[in-house]
């Protein structure tokens, strides 16, 4: 009986063992399901369902406009997308199963309009933006090709965007972005490639020139062919042109915006953009001396306008009568100095001294006969108060020295010489025959006097 109970105590002992084992695995195993590795935000959804068919090559839905709509998704693309945590149910919120409903699609581009708002309970703030974009107008003008979500970012297939600490795409998406811009304007995009900004970019993955968005935006993209983005473009080239860090790789000047609106085109571009920003002006912004899509290096021979041949054919788009030395007048973006334009350089070097000093002397000898004219008549005027407090003359007369205080109002003068006495005025006849009857008393008394002595 004890040779019997042995082996089951035995069996008993080794089942308890290994169900132990296999539970404390399970809990470890379920441990780590629960606590995902940092950096993943959910579980993956299953969608082997709907994989299990669109997985497949060739898959293909025949439209009634006669075009082929492909069905098939690349699981590993689709798997490496910024959307392989999203069912697909999210997105195609009308299928549950097999069959599908019918769809009422008659092209591909309608196909492609049904999902149009799917975007909206993801991405609100994009769709907002996009909302005030040229390309929503064109929509709602009734362009169906003009660009929704799905056309800039494919579903299955778009990857997380690069961004920096403020929100932007990282310089490393630039080429992506001129690519993604190319299905749509395939020939600006060939004037860009040959550009010195879109060769930086394709070529040589430059993180310092700027892709479509840098200068069109985003989502909100404005329409290039206004009058305020005419306007708007000096301080838009401005971003880039007048940061140091970069312009200083290159041997640029940073002084483009400042030498700009300094001259009589920007200012007036300044003024209307202020006052006026909707309103057309003939002058010259950068983009119509340096291209727009196809800038070219200045340098370039072709059409780089440090070469004067090729500037003068610039300014002659404006100016059709400028001669071979009219572009001798302009000094380019540089602030004089020693070393570049001297002659300028020194000109305004002696202007800066000869003008301060020619003002600055004048300024002086004013202000002197001012205070010398104030100064001088508060010395006159406390004379005559030191003449009128004087005491009269001896053998002054009355009348004199009443005339000396004679008020000045013609009411007063009139009181005060009903106040003098009456003196008769002698004419001239009888003043000569009174002095001629002095002198002959005179005579007389002389004569007297002789006799007496």
């Known amino acids: 009986m004890r040779r019997l109970q042995l082996p089951w105590i035995i069996a008993v002992v080794i089942f308890t063992l290994v169900a132990g084992f296999l539970i404390l695995t399970e809990g470890v195993q379920g441990q780590m399901l629960a606590a995902p590795s940092k950096g993943e935000v959910a579980q993956k959804p299953d969608n082997s369902a709907c994989l299990s068919c669109h997985q497949r090559e060739g898959i293909t839905w025949s439209l009634p406009n006669g075009e082929v709509l492909p069905l098939t998704i690349d699981p590993k693309a689709y798997d490496h997308s910024v959307h392989a945590r999203l069912s697909c149910q999210v997105c195609h919120t009308n299928i549950t199963g097999f069959p599908h409903p019918e769809n009422t699609a008659q092209d591909r581009r309608d196909y492609t309009l049904q999902y149009q708002n799917t975007c909206n309970q993801c991405h ?42 403020d929100g932007l795409p990282a310089p490393s998406e630039h080429a992506r972005i001129a690519q993604t811009c190319a299905t749509c304007h395939a020939a600006i995009y060939e004037e860009y490639l040959s550009s010195v900004h879109g060769s930086g970019i394709i070529e040589n993955r430059n993180p310092d020139v700027p892709a479509c968005t ?85 340098d370039d021979p072709e059409k780089g306008v440090a070469v004067k041949e090729n500037l003068l054919k610039t300014c002659q788009r404006c100016h059709p009568d400028a001669s071979t030395n009219f572009p001798d007048s302009w000094l ?89 006495p009456e003196k008769p005025l002698n004419p001239p006849e009888e003043s000569a025959a009174g002095q001629a009857e002095v002198g002959e008393d005179e005579s007389v008394s002389s004569g007297r006097t002789s006799d007496e002595e």
């Open 124 to 165: 609100p703030n994009q769709v907002k933006e996009l909302a005030d974009s040229v390309h929503a107008r064109l929509f709602q003008e009734g362009n169906r090709e003009a660009p929704i979500c799905a056309d800039c970012h494919n579903p299955h297939t778009q990857v997380a965007i690069e961004k920096t600490p």
């Open 214 to 298: 840098d200068c069109h935006g985003i989502h909100r993209i404005t329409n290039p062919k206004t009058a305020s983005f005419r306007l708007s473009s000096p301080q838009l080239c401005a971003k880039c042109h007048t940061d140091e860090a970069i312009m200083s790789k290159y041997g640029l000047s940073t002084q483009v915006l400042n030498t700009y609106v300094a001259d009589f085109h920007g200012t007036t571009v300044v003024l209307f953009q202020k006052t006026d920003p909707d309103q057309e002006t003939n002058k010259p912004v950068c983009y119509d001396c340096h291209g727009v899509h196809d800038i070219r290096r200045v």
């Open 332 to 420: 380019g973006h540089y602030i004089p100095s020693p070393d570049r334009h001297p002659l300028v350089y020194y000109v305004n070097l002696f202007y800066k001294i000869f003008i301060p000093t020619v003002l600055g002397g004048m300024a002086v000898f004013v202000i002197s006969d001012v205070y010398y004219r104030l100064w001088g008549r508060k010395r006159r005027s406390s004379g005559k108060e030191a003449v009128i407090s004087s005491p009269p003359l001896e053998g002054q007369s009355a009348v004199d020295e009443a005339r000396s205080t004679e008020p000045t109002s013609e009411e007063a003068q009139s009181t005060y010489r009903e106040s003098l």
